[in-house]
């Protein structure tokens, strides 16, 4: 049980990725906010040395932290050999932040969540400078969705739209790469679902 803990915990480094990625300049650029849709999730699949991983995020319900509000984001990752391993975060605020985590818990499969304390490290709090790159429309999922596009310190691009519920992520590049395979509303985020080719411009 020990080591599978320990396997969980090292899942948090994509969560560090994830949280790198959505912070804006603080001289004003555009931020990357949260995509607030009840029963919205996304399903992505991120890229490493160690092959393929697919995880999926959730919208939650409204919570609240030592008197402070805000709302349960659950990412729910794949793990071999032990099945999906669940994050939950309470989020303050309007974008997915490292100072913006009230709370976050960590739950095995069949298993009930445990708060984690501390879970990110200090330099993770601090703003990272990003820049709008550019705006352009993309068919994923069966859809037509408006993309933005923002670059990072350290080589890192990151996509968004406010399409995508969730992080309203697209896709990532940088050390630990993903991009978005499917999203939606309701029913099973993790079912494979066949899409309707784009119609033809006339």
């Known amino acids: ?6 396997m969980g915990a090292g899942l948090l480094s994509l969560l560090a990725v994830l949280i790198q990625s959505q912070v ?14 009840e029963g919205g999730w996304a399903r992505y699949q991120a890229v490493s040395s160690e092959g393929p991983t697919r995880f ?31 994050l939950q975060f309470l ?27 501390g879970p990110l490290p200090d330099e ?8 709008f790159l550019q705006k352009t429309t993309e068919t994923l999922a069966g859809r037509t969705l408006e993309v933005s596009e923002y670059s990072y310190s350290g080589g890192i691009t990151a996509e968004w739209s406010a399409s995508v519920p969730g992080l309203g992520l697209v896709r990532m590049s940088g050390e630990s790469p993903f991009q978005l395979v ?4 309701g029913g099973d985020p993790w079912k494979e679902r066949v899409h309707p080719a784009p119609a033809a411009r006339k």
Do not use: C
Request: net charge positive; charged share 25%; glycine share 14%.
């Open 1 to 6: 049980m020990a080591r599978t803990w320990m």
């Open 56 to 86: 999926v995020v959730k919208v939650g319900a409204p919570g609240q932290h030592q008197g402070k509000q805000g709302r349960w984001f659950d990412m729910e990752i794949e793990v071999p050999a032990t099945g999906r391993i669940t």
């Open 91 to 117: 989020v303050a605020g309007e974008r997915f932040g490292a100072g913006n985590v009230l709370l976050m818990r960590a739950a095995l499969p069949g298993g009930k969540p445990r708060e984690v304390a």
């Open 124 to 131: 993770l709090k601090t703003r990272r400078d990003g820049r």
């Open 24 to 37: 804006a300049s603080p001289q004003g650029m555009p931020e990357l906010p949260l995509v607030v849709r």
């Open 182 to 185: 499917d999203f939606g509303v």
